[in-house]
C-alpha cells in the first residue's frame, strides 16, 4: 500500500540552526500539508500546498517557515532560525482531492531543539 | 475558521464495554468528518469518517453519527479491545476547502483487560 514517507525520523538541532524536513507525498496525489504536534497535544495544521504554492497557511505558519517542492516527488518543510518552542512531531500528509477525502499522514518527524 | 472541541479527554473501559467519545463544530459549512487513531508515537490513521449527506456509518464495532442540526458527531466503539487503546481524534476541515484540518483535542481511550 502507497504511503507517505518523511526523512528524518527524528532531528535534534541547536537553537538558531536552519532545519529541513523531507516528505514523499503518495505519488498520485495533489495537495500537501504541513501539521505539527506539540507533545501530548493535539494536531496543528500549519500549511496546505497545491499546484506549486501556498494554498492555506496558520498563524503558526510565521516567516521562520517554509515549503517548497524541489522535483517532481519531494515537499519539504524548512524552518530557518529554530526556537525552543518549535519542538514538536511534524507530519506530513498528501490526498489526491481537495474535496473531502482521506489525507494520509507519515510516520512523522521528532524535532528536538536544545 | 473552524473550531472543534472533542470530550471527554480520557475515557477508561473495561473490556467489552462501549466506549463514546463526542465532538462539536463550529463553521454549520463543514461537510466533513474523520476520525484518526493515535497510537503512542505513530502517525495518525483515518479510522472512519463521515460526510454532511449521511447521519450514521458503520464499520464493524466502529459507528460514527452526525448532527448537523447541533453540529456535533459521535465517535461509537463496542466490543472494546485492549488494542482499541490509543488517543482519538475527531477532526472537521479548516474552512470547508477540503482536508486541511482542524482537530479536536484527543481522547486517551484506556480499554482494561
Known amino acids: 500500500e502507497p504511503e507517505v514517507t518523511q526523512t528524518p525520523s527524528h532531528q535534534v538541532t541547536q537553537m538558531g540552526q536552519e532545519v529541513i524536513l523531507r516528505c514523499v507525498p503518495i505519488?498520485?496525489?495533489?495537495?500537501f500539508y504541513w501539521y505539527r504536534q506539540i507533545l501530548g497535544q493535539k494536531v496543528e495544521f500549519l500549511v496546505s500546498f497545491y499546484n506549486n504554492e501556498i494554498s492555506e497557511k496558520s498563524e503558526i505558519f510565521d516567516d521562520q517557515f517554509s515549503v517548497e517542492r524541489p522535483d517532481g516527488s519531494n515537499f519539504t518543510l524548512k524552518i530557518r532560525s529554530t526556537k525552543l518552542e518549535d519542538s514538536a512531531m511534524y507530519f506530513c500528509?498528501?490526498?489526491?482531492?481537495?474535496?473531502?477525502?482521506?489525507?494520509?499522514f507519515g510516520q512523522g518527524t521528532r524535532l528536538t531543539v536544545v | 475558521g473552524e473550531n472543534v472541541e472533542q470530550h471527554p479527554s480520557t475515557l477508561s473501559v473495561q473490556e467489552g464495554d462501549s466506549a463514546v467519545i463526542k465532538c462539536t463544530y463550529s463553521?454549520?459549512?463543514?461537510?466533513?468528518f474523520p476520525w484518526y487513531k493515535q497510537e503512542l508515537g505513530k502517525r495518525p490513521q483515518l479510522i472512519i469518517d463521515?460526510?454532511?449527506?449521511?447521519g450514521e456509518k458503520k464499520d464493524q464495532r466502529i459507528a460514527v453519527t452526525l448532527n448537523k442540526t447541533a453540529k456535533h458527531f459521535s465517535l461509537h466503539i463496542t466490543e472494546t479491545q485492549p488494542e482499541d487503546s490509543a488517543v482519538y481524534f475527531c477532526?472537521?476541515?479548516?474552512?470547508?476547502?477540503?482536508?486541511?484540518?482542524?482537530f479536536g483535542g484527543g481522547t486517551r481511550l484506556m480499554v482494561k483487560p
Open positions: 505519488s498520485n496525489h495533489l495537495y
Open positions: 500528509a498528501s490526498n489526491e482531492d481537495r474535496a473531502n477525502t482521506e489525507a494520509f
Open positions: 463553521d454549520s459549512a463543514s461537510n466533513y
Open positions: 463521515i460526510r454532511s449527506n449521511v
Open positions: 477532526a472537521a476541515p479548516h474552512n470547508n476547502a477540503g482536508n486541511m484540518l482542524t
